[in-house]
T-cell receptor
Framework: ETGVTQSPTHLIKTRGQQVTLRCSSQ?????VSWYQQALGQGPQFIFQYYREEENGRGNFPPRFSGLQFPNYSSELNVNALELDDSALYLC????????????FGPGTRLTVL | GENVEQHPSTLSVQEGDSAVIKCTYS??????FPWYKQELGKGPQLIIDIRSNVGEKKDQRIAVTLNKTAKHFSLHITETQPEDSAVYFCAASATGFQKLVFGTGTRLLVSP
């Protein structure tokens, strides 16, 4: 059984640019959630994807968007990057109906200069 | 919206001592309470969870208790070891709402 993987590990962008982060879910899981973790804070829910559609969203602006593919992998896209977007972006996979057990990947560290 | 408070923010213990981390939640609809361990440079790792129909759950040196009336739950680690040193997060969610709401984390340091 393979765990959740994310790419890239680290990324440096400048303000105003766009970024795409990728996540492969754990085998057997059909749902992907994305979280933003600022330094010294707990993860904050961005949104979740199930059956290739957004299935819930946290308090993040529309410039945060995502996709889920038929193989359940997912992308997080952030447009018009701001300095405050610098954070660790975590992907978590789960199985709908599994009572919310979510398993996290190692994260992508995004730095916006 | 749901809010989860976690205390203490830092906890230092000697190897072999017990450690207790406490969390309170605000949404009475919450019914799932996981605990995650996050080591430096890694993603959170699920270490134990408890659901609202259970008051206590134990897995070797780790136990979690839940008091639904008071809306608080706690993580207990016995016989701590240096490798237990990490940041621990509590979280809460409600059925039908897949998002986890996390506490602010507790940095546990176990000294040999």
């Amino acid at each position: 059984e393979t765990g959740v993987t994310q790419s890239p590990t680290h990324l440096i962008k400048t303000r105003g640019q766009q970024v795409t982060l990728r996540c492969s879910s754990q085998s057997g899981h059909n749902t992907v959630s994305w979280y933003q973790q600022a330094l010294g804070q707990g993860p904050q829910f961005i949104f979740q994807y199930y059956r290739e559609e957004e299935n819930g969203r946290g308090n993040f602006p529309p410039r945060f968007s995502g996709l889920q593919f038929p193989n359940y992998s997912s992308e997080l896209n952030v447009n018009a990057l701001e300095l405050d977007d610098s954070a660790l972006y975590l992907c978590a996979s789960s199985l709908i109906g599994s009572n919310n057990e979510q398993f996290f990947g190692p994260g992508t560290r995004l730095t916006v200069l | 919206g749901e809010n989860v408070e976690q205390h203490p923010s830092t906890l230092s213990v000697q190897e072999g001592d017990s450690a207790v981390i406490k969390c309170t939640y605000s949404d009475s609809a919450s019914n799932y309470f996981p605990w995650y361990k996050q080591e430096l440079g890694k993603g959170p790792q699920l270490i134990i969870d408890i659901r609202s129909n259970v008051g206590e759950k134990k897995d070797q040196r780790i136990a979690v208790t839940l008091n639904k009336t008071a809306k608080h739950f706690s993580l207990h680690i016995t016989e701590t070891q240096p490798e237990d040193s990490a940041v621990y997060f509590c979280a809460a969610s409600a059925t039908g709402f897949q998002k986890l709401v996390f506490g602010t984390g507790t940095r546990l340091l176990v000294s040999p």
